[in-house]
T-cell receptor
Framework: NAGVTQTPKFQVLKTGQSMTLQCAQDMNHEYMSWYRQDPGMGLRLIHYSVGAGITDQGEVPNGYNVSRSTTEDFPLRLLSAAPSQTSVYFC?????????????FGAGTRLSVL | AQTVTQSQPEMSVQEAETVTLSCTYDTSESDYYLFWYKQPPSRQMILVIRQEAYKQQNATENRFSVNFQKAAKSFSLKISDSQLGDAAMYFCAYRGRNNNDMRFGAGTRLTVKP
């Protein structure tokens, strides 16, 4: 069972470069989300989606774009990378994203922006 | 906005002993959900236990139990008979009843000594 798959696992970018972090889930979950994890700050929500074609901003959306064309995929785009975006990024999915719904996380992508 | 505070950046416990990790939160909502997630060195986020605020009975999952004090807005995690495999970062998280935004604390790093 694949669960939530993130690619790549590691990435180094130069300031101003663009890239897309990929996230796919095979559990037919409606809800998908992206978090960033920084030292001493826990996980913070960047963007989320409650279904195909529907996305919304989380706590720290600036500098990131998302789209949800299929139930399975939820890519995160950095249009012009900045050193402040150096972080570990996690994708997560769940049935509804509400209540005591369990979120399943990917293994994370460690991104360094030089 | 809701905030989650974990006041212990690091904790250590002797193998087979019991340890309690603290978590407090700030909210004006009366109905919400609380979670503890474990993040081992592999970076994978794993749900340990969850609690619904309107349930007075404390949740338990094998060696893991919580002490939920709603009035004090406290949600501590007790790990009994600690094992080497329990060594990890532990994150406390909050989600409102009809809210897609899960808020995480900064985490507590638990070391288990043999």
């Amino acid at each position: 069972n694949a669960g939530v798959t993130q690619t790549p696992k590691f990435q180094v970018l130069k300031t101003g470069q663009s890239m897309t972090l990929q996230c796919a889930q095979d559990m037919n979950h409606e809800y998908m989300s992206w978090y960033r994890q920084d030292p001493g700050m826990g996980l913070r929500l960047i963007h989320y989606s409650v279904g195909a074609g529907i996305t919304d901003q989380g706590e720290v959306p600036n500098g990131y774009n998302v789209s949800r064309s299929t139930t399975e995929d939820f890519p995160l785009r950095l249009l012009s990378a900045a050193p402040s975006q150096t972080s570990v990024y996690f994708c997560a999915s769940s049935y509804s994203g509400q209540g005591d719904d369990i979120q399943y996380f990917g293994a994370g992508t460690r991104l360094s922006v030089l | 906005a809701q905030t989650v505070t974990q006041s212990q950046p690091e904790m250590s416990v002797q193998e087979a002993e019991t340890v309690t990790l603290s978590c407090t939160y700030d909210t004006s909502e009366s109905d919400y959900y609380l979670f503890w997630y474990k993040q081992p060195p592999s970076r994978q986020m794993i749900l340990v236990i969850r609690q619904e605020a309107y349930k007075q009975q404390n949740a338990t999952e094998n060696r893991f139990s919580v002490n939920f004090q709603k009035a004090a807005k406290s949600f501590s995690l007790k790990i009994s008979d600690s094992q080497l495999g329990d060594a990890a970062m532990y994150f406390c998280a909050y989600r409102g009843r009809n809210n897609n935004d899960m808020r995480f604390g900064a985490g507590t790093r638990l070391t288990v000594k043999p």
